[in-house]
Every structure is written in structure tokens, then in C-alpha cells.
């Protein structure tokens, strides 16, 4: 399989580029940002339009409810996600995609490819080993 590292960098050159500390500083923002064991399914779920925490939570099975509050608020906290209280009674919130997020529609359609591509071999794998192991 070929490595494509070198598309990566856009300065030319790319041997400065992994030891460059503010590269680095860069990158464990976003990843820190996008890590999260709910964090991409939620953002996904909210390229939709605005989701009421119940709904999302519905959406989300088997999140627990403590899982769902807590990376939303570090969504909201790292400007991810906006939450909307709306005017009703009983009261009821909103989440939705702040900007900053939706700029990173062009690494969500990468990351579908990505899936669409390698994810099914993946699944595809994991069942032969199941199965593999079911028979022995």
C-alpha cells in the first residue's frame, strides 16, 4: 500500500514538517477537539440540523445520558457545538453546529470515503474472525 504522507504539507518541504512544534500544537487541538468516544457520532448526527437532547440521545443508542451531556459540553467548550435554549415551557435545548464545525465538512465527506472504502473490509474481517472462532 502506498504511504501518502508527503500530500500532507503544502511548504515543500515536508522533512521539517513532523518535528515542527506548532504543527504539533495544531494538530492535538483538532485531535483533541474531534477525540472522544461520542464526539464524531454527534457531530454527524448534527449535520442535519439543530437536535433536541432527547431526540439526539434517541439517536445515539446506547449512549448513557451522562456520556451525551458530557461531550456535548466539551463540543460546546471547544466551539463545536452551539446550544440553543428555546422559549418553552417545559424548557427544552438545542444543539446544533457551530461554523467552526461545519468547516469540517470536507474532512467529514473524507472520513465517509475513508469508510465507504476500507470500513467494509474491516466489518468483513472481524466476522470471518468470529465466525473462524465460532468453529473451532
Not at 3 to 27: E, H, K, R
Not at 45 to 54: I, P
Not at 86 to 113: H, M
Amino acid at each position: 500500500m502506498e504511504n501518502n504522507t508527503t500530500d500532507i504539507c503544502d511548504v515543500g518541504d515536508c522533512d521539517s514538517c513532523p518535528t515542527d512544534p506548532t504543527l504539533l500544537i495544531d494538530s492535538k487541538q483538532a485531535i483533541h477537539a474531534l477525540s472522544g468516544k461520542w464526539k464524531l457520532e454527534i457531530l454527524f448526527t448534527l449535520m442535519h440540523g439543530g437536535v433536541r437532547f432527547g431526540a439526539l440521545r434517541r439517536a445515539l443508542v446506547p449512549i448513557t445520558q451522562h456520556m451525551l451531556t458530557a461531550q456535548l459540553r466539551e463540543l460546546e467548550h471547544d466551539g463545536l457545538v452551539a446550544r440553543k435554549v428555546l422559549a418553552e415551557k417545559p424548557l427544552q435545548v438545542e444543539y446544533e453546529l457551530t461554523d467552526s464545525a461545519w468547516g469540517l465538512t470536507p474532512a467529514f465527506r473524507e472520513l465517509l470515503a475513508w469508510s465507504k472504502t476500507y470500513g467494509l473490509r474491516r466489518s468483513a474481517l472481524a466476522s470471518e474472525a468470529t465466525v473462524g472462532a465460532e468453529l473451532t
